[in-house]
């Protein structure tokens, strides 16, 4: 099947150009950044985790978010998700494989990662996030194309397939639960120290994972032969609109507890990126355009008129991929950096050699979902003519 990634259209191949030039100009960039050290970024001492690891968080989340499509039509036996549950796999690929990629830009010795299966440490949660990150790329990988070259053929996929689908399911919790526990598991970080840390990221997951979805499936139905269906885009919208409730709420529960318990450590780090500490505001109208933005859009996502519309459905989601961007990414990183545990302000902002990075590494991403997506496609119309 891979011949049909091969062959396109010229809108195609000019897609495919311009990811990889953007791709190369990052690599150029890495390059630097391996010759000179990860000082050309704009990490420190007090900031450790920066621009990188904010991508490797949410995208995690929407690697996982596929279970909202692979729940439903294997457990529940809802057929109408069969035309997008393929979709859900690949686009889970193609965000494994950048947080893979993130976390390999941001250390300064990518080959040491190697020592990570060379002396394995089980009380360390960083191994078991790799464990479960590589299992649930190998795991879509192999139900995804199986199960597509069964379509192919008009055969039913073998039962292991079916059994691998069932395992995906609690595998898809699991990586951002561990990815979760990896900030909640930090003693003297005030703003991850919570118990609904590994919830608020499922939530912010659930939401930012179907509301990519629904906007790829839009792009899919608009300049191919294949219809997604209207039926399934807007059960991914009910999707989308309940886990934004669940994640302003989870937010809004984080802020009543710190601030009525009065706790200063966790107090800290809520003013700095609300209202600014010691005259330091960076994040300060990036955070409030988030939450305002994301409670406004979970709002507007429950009138039924507006999520049928498939234009404001799309706006809406855009929405709910930039505000949860921004909270989960910037905001979560930085802020549970900032104070650091002796209060002392030392605000980060990424360098350009790390934001080229960064969009190299999303480049590379969505040439692999274009990739994927282009032969799934492909024999998708196939079987339909």
């Known amino acids: ?226 219809d997604p269906g209207r039926e399934q885009i807007q059960s991914l919208a009910k999707v989308v609109t309940y886990a934004t409730l669940i994640n302003v709420f989870f937010f809004f529960c984080e802020v009543f507890t710190v601030f009525y318990s009065q706790i200063p450590d966790h107090m800290l780090h809520f003013q700095y990126l609300f209202a600014g500490l010691q005259g330091k505001a960076r994040l300060v109208p990036f955070m409030w355009f988030s939450i305002v933005g994301m409670t406004i859009t979970a709002i507007l996502l429950t009138n039924p008129k507006l999520r049928q519309n498939e234009n404001t459905l799309a706006a809406l989601c855009g929405m709910v991929i930039i505000t949860t961007w921004i909270d989960k990414g910037l905001g979560l990183m930085t802020g549970g950096f900032v104070p650091n545990p002796m209060e002392k302000v030392t605000e980060y902002a990424p360098t350009v050699p790390e934001a080229f990075i960064t969009l190299g590494v999303w480049a590379l991403g969505f040439l692999v979902l274009t990739l994927l997506y282009k032969v799934a496609v492909s024999i998708k119309e196939e079987i339909r003519s």
Request: with cysteine; hydrophobic share 55%.
């Open 1 to 226: 099947m891979l011949e049909k990634a091969l062959i396109g259209t010229k809108r195609y191949y000019l897609l495919l150009a311009v990811l990889g030039g953007i791709f190369a100009l990052g690599f150029l960039f890495y390059l630097q950044q391996l010759k000179v050290g990860l000082g050309i970024t704009g990490m420190g001492r007090d900031v450790s985790w920066g621009f990188y690891i904010a991508q490797f968080t949410y995208l995690v989340g929407v690697a996982a978010s596929a279970v909202m499509v692979v729940l439903p039509y294997y457990l529940h036996n809802y057929k109408a998700f069969g035309r997008v549950t393929i979709l859900g796999e690949f686009l889970a690929v193609a965000a494994v494989t950048m947080c893979v990629t993130f976390v390999l830009v941001d250390m300064g010795r990518p080959d040491r990662v190697f020592n990570v299966f060379k002396y394995p440490t089980p009380n360390s949660v960083m191994f078991w996030d790799i464990i479960v990150l590589n299992g649930y790329l190998l795991l879509n990988i192999l139900i995804g194309w199986n199960v597509l070259e069964c379509e192919r053929h008009s055969v039913a996929p073998p039962k292991w397939i079916k059994f691998l689908s069932y395992v995906s399911i609690p595998w898809a919790v699991s990586i951002h639960t561990v990815t979760a526990f990896l900030y909640a598991g930090l003693p003297g970080r005030g703003y991850w120290l919570t118990a609904i840390m590994a919830p608020r990221f499922l939530s912010s997951a659930f939401a930012a994972g179907p509301s990519l979805l629904v906007l790829l499936c839009l792009l899919v139905r608009k300049y191919t032969k294949f």
